[in-house]
């Protein structure tokens, strides 16, 4: 197919001169049939924050932001700037958030970006307002799994909604949803959250707080670490675990594209750049890589587990044939074990899921012991203070 019927794939930046150039070379190969047509990301830290902490995101200064987003439009490649926290406190309703608000959106309609990605829906009308020539998505943080949220955030302006990923596999709701509304819509390929996953709010809140400046000198706390190690137990406690997360193969994007899906995004705005050039290689070329494949091929990191991607042909007949019960739990249904028994094993240098579980135990230990921890740190200091000093004799007349 042409260039006009190629599929369609948001990549993300991580401020790298040569990035674009890569993304350049890729279309090149492979924009026949599919192409990166937008790069998204954001400032690592801002009053306004994003879907990732801080902590995980390369952090470059104001002025190389605006730089990056102008290359990419000389380079014909559209711009999201990405103001999707889950929760801005409240400023965006503000008088001194809205000012400031009105000058980022003005940087950033000059520099040539596209489009931002928003969660507040008070943000995205107000995004309308001040800047008309900006389009507005709605990020996967709004959690569309409905029509009716579709029609919602379609009344506020937004034309494209990235859905939530715990449809990735709801094939007849896909279909549903696609029927209901003409909006743009998108699914992220490479999520390894786990579908129905009972921290995505909590986790997705956290990431806002913590890609807000903090004040100097405050305390950071364990709530974070906290909620990154119960993520990385679930993820690792047993295989099956790998097909019960939201990634998709890139053989089975035509099935998404066949349901109506018109857009996927690439996550990775915290991995190096020579390892998203290859993820998002994968993608284009829709196929996986041979043999048993390290899980973070798909989406960075390091996991315990490798999956055969390319003998899993036919796992998703089923969803795709019959109501999506998932979220009822498994039951007697064995679908996702019996397949995890043929195409999951382990990593070859060691038990590393066991490892993962067990050092992820005790971050989560820790971080419910935070406050008694520091005391007994802070007491032991003084001890070792006191005892450096001597005793303190008392002062005679």
Same mark, same amino acid.
């Given at each position: ?42 400032? #690592? ?22 730089? =990056? ?8 490649? #559209? ?231 390319? #003998? ?26 019996? =397949? ?23 971050? #989560? ?33």
């Amino acid at each position: 197919m042409g260039a006009a019927g190629a599929r369609r794939f948001s990549a993300p930046c991580v401020w790298d001169s040569g990035l674009l150039e890569g993304y350049e070379r890729l279309n090149e190969r492979y924009g026949d049939r599919a192409r990166v047509v937008e790069v998204y990301g954001s400032h #690592a830290s801002s009053r306004f924050g994003s879907g990732r902490a801080a902590m995980v995101l390369p952090r470059v200064g104001d002025a190389a932001v605006f730089r =990056w987003i102008r290359a990419a439009r000389r380079r014909g490649f #559209a711009f999201s700037y990405l103001l999707n926290a889950a929760c801005l406190g409240g400023d965006e309703g503000t008088y001194a958030g809205q000012r400031e608000l009105r000058a980022l959106l003005g940087r950033l309609a000059d520099a040539g970006a596209e489009r931002v990605t928003v969660t507040s829906p008070l943000l995205m009308e107000f995004v309308r307002a001040c800047e008309p020539g900006l389009k507005v998505g709605a990020s996967v943080i709004c959690y569309v799994d409905s029509a009716r949220k579709l029609e919602f955030f379609a009344s506020l302006g937004a034309d494209r909604v990235t859905l939530d990923i715990d449809v990735t596999r709801n094939f007849p709701l896909l279909r549903a949803l696609r029927a209901s509304s003409g909006l743009e819509l998108g699914l992220i390929v490479n999520s390894l959250c786990q579908l129905g996953c009972p921290l995505k709010a909590h986790h997705y809140n956290l990431n806002a707080h913590f890609s807000q400046p903090q004040e100097a000198g405050a305390d950071a706390g364990s709530a974070l670490s906290h909620v990154g190690a119960r993520c990385m137990i679930q993820n690792h406690e047993d295989r099956v675990r790998v097909l019960m997360s939201a990634w998709i193969r890139p053989e089975d994007l035509d099935l998404y594209a066949q349901t109506g899906i018109d857009h996927f995004k690439i996550q990775g705005r915290g991995a190096r750049p020579e390892n998203l050039l290859k993820t998002v290689e994968m993608y284009l070329r829709g196929e996986s890589p041979p043999g048993a494949v390290p899980l973070a091929a798909f989406a960075g990191g390091r996991t315990g587990f490798r999956v055969k991607a390319r #003998a899993m042909t036919g796992f998703l007949d089923r969803f795709m044939r019959t109501p999506y019960r998932c979220q009822e739990g498994c039951g007697s249904c064995r679908h996702c074990h019996d =397949w995890a028994e043929r195409v999951v094993t382990e990593e070859e240098d060691g038990d590393v899921a066991r490892q993962v579980v067990d050092g992820a135990r005790t971050m #989560a230990a820790a971080a419910v012991d935070y406050q008694a921890r520091i005391d007994a740190l802070a007491a032991g200091v003084a001890t070792k203070l006191q005892t450096k000093r001597g005793p303190v004799r008392a002062r005679t007349g």
